[in-house]
């Protein structure tokens, strides 16, 4: 345990900065053992501060303080007081401008957080969000202090060639000894988590981008020289999110150049530093025989993700971290919307929203449940959650389904032209929104505010007399623990009416006039409410909440039949999907309860052959409605969670279904395997995910046959997606080739990082007996490195994460194995030991037994002597009893 440097730090204490950052000039003379940081503030008492006397406060952390001056005059230690955190000065000027010039020594080599600056392989790099900068220097570590930045960097000529940081670059030079330095300016006011700089031997892809408006700007994409060829999708998705923001929000880029780095240590995805994004190397590099379709999908969403939020993000940021759903939640919504654009609206919705039910919802329901806008934290990199960042998204979507496209576009252009250069909060944009629209969204704002997925529910009555349908809705939202009484909340139920032949109804409430739309969205904001649709000659079936138009859990009994039939007909494809994932989940929950229910079974299959029969332009769509739902699904719709018990019977009803329909599988898979295929557009993309769904129903047979088809498919391979698809469906079978395939892939891809986190995913994620043994072992593979996110991902975080049945080991020994990686990790990277905590915190879901594993080790992990902050913060939030 660590009881130093806990602190809670609330929303509602937040007050205005007491100085102010004009201009800072920063030079470093870059080392990878240890570099020199001298600082040049110019610094002013905020006007606006409520406390005139109150001292100058700077943050740092892990700085070696060399000295400090004010207004050129160096200061003696009795005129400041440093702590492992502040260094303060009492008696800073209250009216004049002032210079403040601090020097620090840090050293990157030593900084296995990656948080500050680092060292990455031979690359010197940084990551300031949230609070990196102070592990730099001495500084008002905040969002709402806003400076304009020029840097100068200093370092050996050989060994960091490439010196990058924010903004232009206005002049270079030679020094002695072999050294060189660069000056960049950055001429936009920025907080200083957007602060950056790259130092390396990086080779660069250039292209040229012109804007709307004529400007030019210089994109730039660096990465090492032998991943170079890897980085034009990075390159073209970067193209293609600068022309989107331009058409779609009237968003320009706004300086000279845009810069993309790729490192291979990083904490998250990527950063939208001003002008110098830096990106894991996951989410830049891809070539059709490295990287799977799902990669270059997501390259595109990380890029675009971070390319708009020079807007929502940069050039308007968050007053405080509290806020930081505003930059967050609407960056994802527009990247959401981005990538549906680009490829099929309606797959991208779905695996959108089967992220948000069952990870977000999961964490909505649990102990680290918390606001999309929240109250208090002891570690801010702990709230980089999926509520912030999903459900956050959510709820800028249901203000878009609220005001139409249009009445969105006048809001955003509102937002951008009120806050330009300014921080502000969530309250500010739907302020904005509202102002635009003249709407008033006071209601709408609970959804910032409370915690837990609320619970819709519908029932019907219909008068086949006075041909009326009665909707009677119902909404209830889940108590949180420290929350006051919940609100109703403003929810747009999008829907639907169908007919007994699968026709939608024109939509038509009582008073209304008559017209042809067939679905529209009903303002749902009371906890109970009744609305009344006329001129319905037959009882429809309702198709509730298309879209996904709200994040809330619907109930809405429906029989089997009436599934199928939604599956069959609805018009709204989310729908349709979402009907098919009821349907297949009831089926393998009445298993897991052992009911026998073949007349079910017969059900699905029979729902399965209508589709296979159909033409299909969207093959993606296909795959997914052809796609049982994931175990985390299956888990969200029951009490008590047996992952054994929901493993088996899904895997038995995956064989039942392949089964049955073999034939049609073995037809269409090979209809659309194309042996040695490399097209990568969009419909090379639906025919992999198609044949490769028919390959998982395929080898669930686990016969010769099936595996000689995998094997063959493997040894074919051209492209990462099937080389992969084959090799996970091998490995989960009794298949004799599935070793020499494995040390196959091994050998041929030794020398890609990347793909060998796939080759150690694909293993701690197998399914099969065995495997936490074999984690434990690929531990201490060569190729393993604690101090490699990526590769902790690949394995602690694949086996906790997505191999329920081997981590819910009843035994408690795959916990054991989390709690020993966390305990390890919490010396080297507390984030990432933070990170991989959370699969504990779902602790109260499992039965007696299961729970008591798990908690003996969170407890375990609470009691270990030294526990980072981020780790201390979420171990007690998960063992604090409801
Ligand atoms: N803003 C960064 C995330 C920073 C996380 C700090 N722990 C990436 C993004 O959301 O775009
Ligand atoms: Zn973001």
Known sequence: ???????????????????????????????????????RLRMQKNPESANPNAPLVLNGEALHLESVSLNGVPLKPGHYQLSDELLTLPNAPKVDVFTLEIETLISPQSNTALEGLYLSTNMLCTQCE??????????????????????????????????????????SGELKHNRHWVKWEDPFPKPCYLFALVAGQLDCLESAYVTGSGREVTLQIYAETHDIDKCEHAMRSLEHAMRWDEAVYGREYDLDRYMIVAVSHFNMGAMENKGLN??????????????????YEHIEAVIAHEYFHNWTGNRITCRDWFQLSLKEGLTV????SFSADRGSPAVRRIEDVNLLRTRQFAEDAGPLAHPVRPDSYIEINNFYTLTVYEKGAE???????????????????LYFERHDGQAVT????????????????????????????????????????????TLNVEQLCAPTPGQPVEQPLHIPL?????????????????????????????????????????????KPLVSALRGFSAPVTLEYELNTEQLAFLLAHDSDAFNRWDAGQRLSSRLILNLTEEHPAQSDVELLIGAFQHLLEQHWDDLELLAQLLTLPNEDYLASQVKVVDPVAIHNARNNVKKRIAVCLQTDFSRLYARHHVSGDILLDRSG???????????????????????????????????????????????????????????QFYRQWENEALVIDKWFTLQAACPVTGTLEHAEALLQHAAFDWETPNRVRSVIGAFSQSNAVNFHREDGSGYRFLADAILRLNAINPQIAARMLTPLAQWRRYDTQRQAGIKQELERIFAHPGLARDVYELAQKSLITA
Not at 438 to 459: N, S
Not at 686 to 711: F, H, I, M, P, W
């Open 130 to 171: 949230a609070e990196g900068f102070r592990k730099i220097t001495y500084y008002p570590d905040r969002p709402d202090v806003m400076a304009r930045f020029s840097v100068l960097l200093i370092a050996d000529k050989e060994k960091y060639p490439v010196l990058l940081s924010n903004g232009n670059q206005v002049s």
């Open 685 to 743: 993309i639906g025919r992999r995910k198609l044949k490769n769904t028919c390959l998982v129903y395929l080898t669930a047979l686990d016969n010769g046959e099936t595996s000689a088809l995998a094997a063959e498919q493997f040894a074919q391979a051209r492209t990462m997606t099937d080389q992969t698809a084959a090799l996970a469906c091998l490995l989960r079978s009794s298949a004799a080739e599935k070793n020499a395939c494995l040390e």
């Open 333 to 336: 919504f527009r990247d959401q």
């Open 278 to 295: 830096v990106f894991n190397t996951k989410f830049v590099l891809a070539r059709g025989d490295t990287a799977t379709d799902a990669d």
């Open 1 to 39: 345990m660590q009881e130093n440097n806990i602190k809670t730090i609330y929303r509602s204490d937040y007050a205005a900065p007491e100085y102010l950052v004009g201009h800072i000039e920063l030079t470093f003379l870059l080392d990878a053992a240890q570099t020199k940081v001298k600082s």
């Open 426 to 469: 969530c309250d500010d944009f739907v302020k904005a929104m509202e102002d635009a629209n003249q709407r008033d969204f006071t209601q709408f704002r609970h959804w910032y505010a409370q915690a837990g997925t609320p619970k819709l529910t519908l029932k019907t009555d219909y008068d086949a007399v006075a041909q009326r349908l």
């Open 395 to 413: 709820v800028v979507r249901m203000l878009h389904t609220l005001l139409g496209t249009e009445g969105f576009r006048k809001g955003s252009d």
């Open 494 to 538: 999008k829907l639907g009416l169908i007919s007994p032949s699968g026709q939608d109804y024109a939509l038509r409430l009582e008073g209304e006039e008559a017209g042809t739309t067939t679905t529209r969205v009903l303002d749902v904001t009371q906890a109970q409410q009744q609305f009344r649709f006329v001129d319905i000659p037959e």
